[in-house]
């Protein structure tokens, strides 16, 4: 139960630091092209509703998942370096490659990726990993944050559950961003799950289909 509260408190103080000042020392701002997916109201709606009737294009090919992953760095440096967090990507073999649009991977991860730094206190850690089974390639975001209870995990991939209800809407529209996260995952013939355990942290698994290495590229996902 304590912890329970702990993990409430947290979100709450979060949104209220985020909705307060925007701008001062401790606001971690999203990056420009991802905020879209994190945003409520009808924007967002609009990305939810083209997805779920299949009017989102995709422009599937083999992505190098090492290349994709080392760049993904430089889009969360300064995210990182404001709340104080390690940073750790156990890399895998260069030759590894998925098949995906390597735009919406991009937007998955850094969803994952901002919510972990989000929901993680100051000196805790954010890791990536990587791993094959079968025919699927698992990519793996983890953190040692505040963790999600066990009775809300299954929620967190509903688009508009409000998972607790002294919650704000920036966090209204985390939840969001996840749902269209799992849809995109799904859309390109994956899965985005996730497992927690609360007071230790969480970790976000994309899996997607693995890829022909020598053919795949890896576009830069650096921002201009």
Not at 32 to 42: I, K, T, V, Y
Not at 81 to 100: F, I, N, P, T
Not at 136 to 144: L, P
């Amino acid at each position: 139960m304590a912890a329970e509260q702990s993990w409430n408190s947290h979100r709450r103080a979060q949104s209220d630091q985020d909705l307060s000042a925007p701008h001062g020392r401790q606001a971690v701002r999203q990056p420009d092209h991802l905020r879209f997916l994190l945003a409520g109201g009808g924007r967002c709606r609009d990305v939810h509703a083209k997805l779920e009737a299949g009017h989102i294009d995709f422009d599937t090919r083999d992505v190098r998942v090492h290349e994709f992953l080392a760049d993904i760095e430089s889009l969360i440096t300064a995210q990182l370096q404001g709340k104080g967090l390690r940073y750790e990507y156990d890399e895998c073999d260069s030759g590894l490659a998925v098949k995906a649009d390597a735009e919406k991977m991009r937007q998955i991860m850094l969803n994952l990726l901002s919510n972990a730094i989000k929901f993680t206190p100051a000196g805790g850690k954010v890791s990536i990993e990587s791993d094959v089974d079968g025919d699927k390639v698992r990519i793996q975001v983890r953190d040692t944050g505040v963790g999600i209870p066990a009775d809300k995990l299954s929620a967190i991939f509903e688009p508009f559950i409000q998972l607790d209800r002294k919650l704000t809407s920036v966090h209204e529209g985390t939840g969001l961003g996840l749902a269209i996260s799992r849809d995109l995952a799904r859309a390109m013939s994956g899965d985005l799950t996730a497992e927690s355990t609360l007071g230790e942290g969480s970790a976000f698994t994309l899996e997607l289909p693995r890829g022909d290495g020598n053919a795949a590229i890896a576009p830069s996902v650096r921002q201009d």
